[in-house]
Structures are given as C-alpha cells and as structure tokens.
C-alpha cells in the first residue's frame, strides 16, 4: 500500500497556472504507476495524465493536451502535474493515484482498483 498526499492546489485566474504535487510514503514508488484524475461538482472522476513507473511513457486525456505536462522524481517519491493556461472548466478536485506494477491502460481504465490521494483543489476564475 501507499498513502499519497496532494498539495499545490489554490484559486488562480484563467490563463494561469499551477503546480500540483503528490508525495507518496513508500520506499517502493519506482515501481508504481501514477496518474492525476480530477472530479468536478456534480460530475464523474475523470483521468487526467498518466506516467509509467520509470516516466519513460506518459498520456494525457485530450482536453489538457498542450497545457498539461505529468512528471514524476522516484528519488522523492514524488509526482507533479504542470498545470498552464487554467481555464474555468479545469476547476475541480484533483487527485493523485496510484497502482503497483501496473501499466498506463490499467491505470486509466480500471481506476477502481487504484489507490488514491484526498484531493486538492483547484479553482480557476474567469
């Protein structure tokens, strides 16, 4: 198991932007999968950006393509999500996952057996 923590989140106006950090407490993080999905209100979680284990392979859902860029430092244990040119519709609750020796597509389409972060909140005004 792993415990991740969010952090990063605020209030920014459109067009700006934002860092998002998840730090993860396992001294095996080198060999998890990670991704950023993000629920807004009333709306189902949706997939962000993920990155394999070693940060070689990285995919993005279509709507941050460009603005977006998933990184990861296994040294730290770490994982960030680069996030430019905020729009109003890119407000919600981000949160960081997680799944031991798993590949993109199974981290992406079988979230349910993700392990997950609380969030972190992320408010774009117009």
């Known amino acids: 198991q792993v415990q991740l923590v969010e952090s990063g989140g605020g209030l920014v106006q459109a067009g700006g932007s934002l860092r998002l950090s998840c730090a993860a407490s396992?001294?095996?993080?080198?060999?998890?999968?990670m991704a950023w999905f993000r629920q807004a209100p009333g709306k189902e979680r949706e997939f962000v950006a993920a990155?394999?284990?070693?940060?070689?392979?990285?995919r993005y859902a279509d709507f941050v393509k460009g603005r977006f860029t998933i990184s990861r430092d296994n040294v730290r244990a770490a994982l960030y999500l680069q996030m430019n040119n905020l729009k109003p519709k890119d407000t919600a609750v981000y949160f960081c996952?997680?799944?031991?020796?798993?590949?993109?597509?199974?981290?992406?389409?079988?979230?349910?057996?993700?392990?997950w972060g609380q969030g972190t909140q992320v408010t774009v005004s117009a």
């Open positions: 396992t001294l095996g993080f080198g060999s998890y999968a």
């Open positions: 990155v394999s284990w070693k940060g070689g392979a990285t």
């Open positions: 996952a997680a799944r031991d020796r798993a590949t993109i597509p199974s981290v992406v389409d079988d979230p349910d057996l993700n392990e």
